[in-house]
């Protein structure tokens, strides 16, 4: 007797057909846990970065037994992605032990890392217990370029050896860059790197304020003419701002609540010390998970979030060109100080797409 066919489906496919379900149903599909805001590097435009020897970030983060716990809840709770960020994730000294208990529970697991620290026996661990994905951020296609962000001497040697030995496991790679106004010149070159050897690339320009309310990150911004340059120079970016702009363009969001995203819906964001946030840049309302559990979290306090009203006539809630612009309320807090006054930064930058658009069009 045959057995009957099962249709295939790519992988975003799946992944968006759960996501919609997940968030139909209110469920904490897609977790970001932050392991450290400890770095090796001192990035120029960092937002979150502390010394890797901060020793009082170090005993506040949280220990495995604390992380089992909180894997332990959110695997009970529906977790299925995992995004674990930093810092720099191999700073932390429980690293494998969590990441590997993570992948017992079934999780599909993505690391960022910044590749300097990615020794030959990390590599083979990870060859053991593949991740879903491994992203790499890189600054530039020269030592000088890399090390001008990264301020570290001699980064630029430990990140190549580290992307080679994940290419030597054959892992699921992909690199990444942030694009500044000292890197933007080897953009290409980075682009074309990451395709000789195979590798997924993504690149953003849109660099937002510290989390500690330190603005130094904006002054390394690209002006906007040059951010929608680089969306014309890449045909995979500029299709897909053409078809968002093709369905949804013209429609303002007309919500009437501040917050229109998926955080608090599907997903959420965890710090290195036990905090819960709607996502990685709210940061201004927390939940402890060392007082309370992922579930009170989850059924309480992020629905009070989402629950959140415009003060008064909210721009951003009205622009026909938001399916265009970055913008959001957690970024127009960490850079205005309210999250109701919409960034200028973004808002040129949607209306030079806009026109970009329109333009072609005719």
Known sequence: MDCPRIPEVSYGEFSKHLHDKGAAQRLP???????????NLRCAHCYINLAAGDRKAWQRELKLDQWTRILDEMAA??????????????????????????????MVITLFSNGTLITPELADFLQDWPPFEVEVTVYGRTRA????????????????????RLLARRLPLQLKTAVLTLNAHELRDLKAWAQDMGARFRFDPALNARLDGGKDPLTFRLPPEEVVELDRDDPQRYQELQERWQ???????????????????????????????????????????????LQEAWQEFLPRIREQ??????????????????????????????????????????????????????
């Open 145 to 164: 370029t890399y090390e001008a962000v990264t301020r570290v001497p001699g980064s630029y040697e430990q990140c190549l050896r580290g992307i080679d």
């Open 247 to 293: 369905k949804y363009g013209g429609r303002p969001v007309n919500s009437d609540y501040l917050y229109t995203c998926g955080v608090g819906r599907s997903s959420c964001h965890l710090d290195a010390y036990g905090n819960l946030f709607p996502c990685m840049m709210v940061r201004t309302s927390r939940f402890d998970l060392q007082r309370g559990s």
């Open 77 to 106: 709770a529906g977790t299925l992605w995992l995004l674990l960020t930093g810092g720099e994730i191999l700073l932390h000294p429980d690293f494998r032990e969590i990441y590997r208990y993570a992948k017992k529970l079934g």
């Open 29 to 39: 599909l897609a977790v970001t846990v932050e392991l450290t805001e400890r770095c």
């Open 309 to 362: 009203k415009p003060r008064g006539n909210y721009p951003c809630g009205q622009c026909d060109l938001i399916v265009l612009c970055d913008n959001c309320p957690a970024w127009s807090q960490l850079e205005c100080g309210d999250p109701e006054i919409p960034v200028s930064f973004l808002c040129n930058i949607a209306q030079l797409r806009a026109k970009t658009l329109i333009d072609r069009k005719a």
